[in-house]
């Protein structure tokens, strides 16, 4: 009964009806649409880490005076529990050149049985000198070619492929350890560890911290998933500042639904004055006035939840050229927070109005013209 009175209500004034829908639409799916655009975004960048979150990083504790990682330490790492993949890894920087080219570049010195555990190919195989993709376009350089390291002149065998990495660079030179120690006279400057699981991240850091470094600070101790969840939490506070902006849109909606319901009050003063001559509570007139405020929200925030897919999909392939992250669990998240967001809005912004009407004396009402 309450809610049939209800839409007979909303249906006397469509077009303020309406217009106040089109308001929450707008405000949720402008919510909604750029919650869904950080989730794609985070993830996009996140992809990057993916097989890397179980990583960690082991370096020599510069601040203590230590510069290099010797190979009693390194055979120790190996022997650790929860260690599934070690691998210790030279560098030194050096000239490259290649024709009339020259530029400094880092190389790297480790096992090719290791650099598949790091490195993806672009083209040859993991044998000889590895170089990266941007190396081998700034020099023109194609596998089977010679290009000179320091003193030496090596042929490349495989062409690294650029992507974003945080422990080691691709855009460098890899050479076999005994091609590296020809060269350099340098001992290991970094072990990359990889655990069987993500969970075994802080038990394997415990084991270094207590064995290695149980006298002196020998090494620090870097794990990939801190970034990871430094990301998040950069991704998380931007989200909410953008959805903050856009929610400026659902207060112009409030402040629509708000002035619906004022005039309600007033155009249906002598129709509440009836009902409460008749016997209608206050309580009753209240509920009426909110649950009108409730179809609003409700149609305007369910409509505007999912044209934010819409939106969402748009905006990602506008910026981020793909739209495969627009429909994973935690943009529906987004959406159910949008659509609360409207509803709360609608019943808020109605509670002054609903408040007010149910206050009128049904005799001052009836006099009312």
């Known amino acids: 009964m309450l809610v049939e009175l209800a839409v007979r209500n909303l249906k006397r004034t469509k077009i303020r009806s309406v217009l106040a829908v089109v308001g929450i639409v707008i405000g949720v799916m402008a919510i909604s649409s750029i919650g869904i655009f950080g989730e794609s975004l985070k993830a996009v960048i996140l992809?990057?880490?993916?097989?890397?979150?179980?990583?960690?990083?082991?370096?020599?504790?510069?601040?203590?005076?230590?510069?290099?990682?010797?190979?009693?330490?390194?055979?120790?790492?190996?022997?650790?529990p929860y260690a599934k993949v070690v691998i210790p890894i030279k560098s030194e920087s050096a000239l490259v050149v290649y024709r009339d080219k020259r530029t400094y570049l880092t190389v790297y010195g480790m096992d090719l049985r290791d650099a598949k555990e790091i490195f993806k190919l672009k083209s040859g195989g993991y044998k000889g000198c590895l170089i990266g993709e941007r190396v081998a376009d700034f020099f023109d350089l194609r596998v089977g070619?010679?290009?000179?390291?320091?003193?030496?002149?090596?042929?490349?065998?495989?062409?690294?492929?650029?992507?974003?990495?945080?422990?080691?660079?691709?855009?460098?030179i890899v050479l076999p350890l005994r091609d590296f120690d020809d060269i350099?006279?340098?001992?290991?400057?970094?072990?990359?560890?990889?655990?069987?699981?993500?969970?075994?991240?802080?038990?394997?850091?415990?084991?270094?911290?207590n064995v290695i470094n149980r006298k002196e600070e020998k090494v620090s101790v870097f794990e990939i998933r801190t970034i990871i969840e430094m990301i998040n939490r950069a991704f998380w506070q931007v989200t909410l500042f953008l959805m903050a902006i856009a929610s400026v849109s659902l207060l112009v909606a409030g402040v629509s639904i708000?002035?619906?319901m004022l005039?309600?009050?007033i155009e249906r003063t002598k129709e509440i004055?009836?009902?409460?001559?008749?016997?209608?509570?206050?309580?009753?007139i209240l509920k009426l006035f909110l649950t009108e405020a409730l179809i609003l929200g409700l149609i305007g925030s369910v409509v505007g939840g999912v044209l934010s897919f819409v939106g969402g999909?748009?905006?990602?392939?506008?910026?981020?050229?793909t739209a495969k992250y627009v429909f994973?669990?935690?943009?529906?998240?987004y959406v159910l927070l949008g659509i609360s967001f409207g509803i709360s809005t609608a019943l808020i912004s109605a509670f002054y109005p609903a408040w007010k009407a149910s206050r009128l004396e049904p005799i001052q009402a009836l006099r009312y013209e």
């Open 313 to 321: 999909y748009v905006i990602d392939m506008l910026i981020l050229k």
């Open 47 to 80: 992809e990057n880490f993916k097989d890397v979150a179980n990583e960690i990083i082991i370096t020599p504790n510069y601040m203590k005076g230590f510069t290099s990682i010797d190979r009693r330490t390194i055979e120790k790492i190996e022997n650790f």
């Open 273 to 284: 004055g009836i009902m409460r001559a008749i016997g209608a509570y206050r309580e009753s």
């Open 328 to 333: 994973q669990p935690s943009s529906m998240l």
């Open 145 to 172: 070619k010679k290009v000179k390291v320091g003193d030496r002149v090596f042929r490349v065998g495989g062409i690294m492929k650029a992507e974003a990495r945080y422990d080691v660079s691709p855009n460098s």
């Open 258 to 260: 708000l002035n619906i």
């Open 263 to 265: 005039m309600s009050t």
């Open 184 to 209: 350099f006279e340098s001992d290991f400057k970094m072990v990359i560890v990889k655990v069987e699981r993500i969970e075994d991240v802080d038990k394997f850091r415990d084991v270094v911290e």
